[in-house]
């Protein structure tokens, strides 16, 4: 993995995020895609029970224990 730039690192302070353009390739881009609507589908109303709650706001908890592809993005 390449370590980050200066310039990366100061936008990371300011900003508190960092954009890492093509981090991962369009075919796991894909399945994760697929994955989060799939779950959001599985979950329905109850998407994101597991953690805060907040009106307007889709959400999803705990990917890692709803499938591989989540464990393979930790991985990654």
Do not use: T, W
């Not at 093509?22 to 779950?39: C, F, I, K, T």
């Not at 959001?40 to 953690?51: M, R, T, V």
């Not at 224990?65 to 930790?74: A, D, L, R």
């Amino acid at each position: 993995m390449m370590p980050i730039s200066e310039n990366q690192r100061r936008d990371l302070s300011r900003d508190g995020f960092l954009l890492l353009p093509n981090l991962m390739g369009d075919e796991l881009l894909n399945r994760l895609r697929l994955s989060v609507m799939n779950q959001y589908d599985l979950e329905g109303e109850k998407a994101g029970s597991e953690f805060k709650q907040e009106p307007g706001c889709r959400r999803l908890a705990n990917l890692v224990n709803k499938g591989p592809v989540f464990q393979e993005i930790v991985a990654h």
